[in-house]
């Protein structure tokens, strides 16, 4: 596709349930973003990536909060152990380049709710 | 510790007329400053951005204003349009870093 891709768009989750969130980067982007977007906030940093590197991870909460980017492309947001407050929307980004902020293209989000 | 606030939780304008966004950061340290535009259900999109030896850049209808003095950023759109209506945020970021600190948008709604 031409853009970013995020799946699922929308996931309800039982509290203590674990789910994963993927993200399809725009092809031959380099650099991975994933932000956290609570209702009525701005988005927050979690994590970056360039190319299978995590190079920052300062943003991820909670140790039940883990990225990863194997092989450069997709990444997977994986989250353990859901609790309320981890109900937001899950942005992933990317980038040609490394820290122009105005050619970070950014997904849908992935929407979730913990019950 | 809100490094980005933008104080005006929501703005509504006449279409036609200048609607004025106001955003405040707290580090001087920042090189290059955003205005991000996001419709429901959507990701942000970018909108325009200045660097921080500038003090204004224009695009079209939006000009963003930087008075770094008083660590300020403001973004006009003349003239809006009912299509503006949008939440809208700020963001920043030093050259040498890799991550948008955002602020906490302002709704814009535009009336016909």
């Known amino acids: 596709g031409a853009g970013v891709s995020q799946s699922p768009r929308y996931k309800v989750a039982k509290r203590g349930q674990d789910v994963a969130l993927r993200c399809d980067p725009i092809?031959?982007?380099?650099?991975l973003f994933w932000y956290q977007q609570a209702l009525g906030q701005g988005p927050e940093f979690l994590t970056y990536f360039q190319n299978e590197a995590q190079l920052d991870k300062s943003g991820l909460p909670s140790d039940r909060f883990f990225a990863e980017r194997p092989e450069g492309s997709v990444s997977t947001l994986k989250i353990q152990r859901t609790q309320q407050e981890d109900s937001a929307v899950y942005l992933c980004a990317s980038s040609s380049t490394r820290t122009d902020g105005n050619t970070i293209y950014f997904g849908e989000g992935s929407w979730l709710t913990v019950v | 510790d809100q490094q980005v606030k933008q104080n005006s939780p929501s703005l509504s304008v006449q279409e036609g007329r200048i609607s004025i966004l106001n955003c405040d950061y707290t580090?001087?340290?920042?090189?290059?400053f955003l205005w991000y535009k996001k419709y429901p259900a959507e990701g942000p999109t970018f909108l325009i951005s200045i660097s921080s030896i500038k003090d204004k850049n224009e695009d079209g209808r939006f000009t963003v204003f930087l008075n770094k003095s008083a660590k300020h950023l403001s973004l006009h759109i003349v003239p809006s349009q009912p299509g503006d209506s949008a939440v809208y945020f700020c963001?920043?970021?030093?050259?040498?870093?890799?991550?948008?600190?955002f602020g906490g948008g302002t709704r814009v709604l535009v009336k016909p």
């Open positions: 580090n001087s340290m920042f090189d290059y």
């Open positions: 092809s031959g982007h380099v650099s």
């Open positions: 963001a920043v970021h030093k050259a040498a870093g890799n991550k948008l600190t």
